[in-house]
């Protein structure tokens, strides 16, 4: 997305810490995009849900990947170079 940024994201121990995952991806990234733009990259905060263990992740993944198609950036969510998975292939994701 032009504007924002969706993601799943999974911690895999008790000492997970979403604060500081977030502010290792934006402050990398953020500089990466400043020494290329000369601007900033994000805005302050993030907004974040917790997935409950009985919610079905399949919705939530089915959201995501078929935002860039509801902002009418593509017409497939396979055609969205910005999707992608460390878990799932992408057909999975698009099937979810």
């Known amino acids: 997305m032009p504007d924002h940024v969706h993601a ?3 911690g895999t121990s008790d000492g997970a810490d979403l604060r500081r995952f977030m502010k290792r991806v934006k402050q990398s990234s953020g500089q990466i995009y400043r020494r290329w733009s000369n ?3 994000w805005q302050e905060g993030y907004y974040d849900r ?3 263990p009985e919610e079905d992740l399949s919705g939530i993944v ?9 902002e009418g950036l593509v017409k497939s969510p396979l055609e969205y170079q910005f999707v992608g998975s460390t878990v799932w292939a992408l057909e ?5």
């Open 39 to 41: 601007e900033a990259l």
């Open 8 to 10: 799943l994201v999974h």
């Open 92 to 96: 999975e994701l698009v099937q979810r």
């Open 50 to 52: 917790v997935v409950r």
């Open 62 to 70: 089915r959201y995501i990947v078929e935002n860039p198609v509801r």
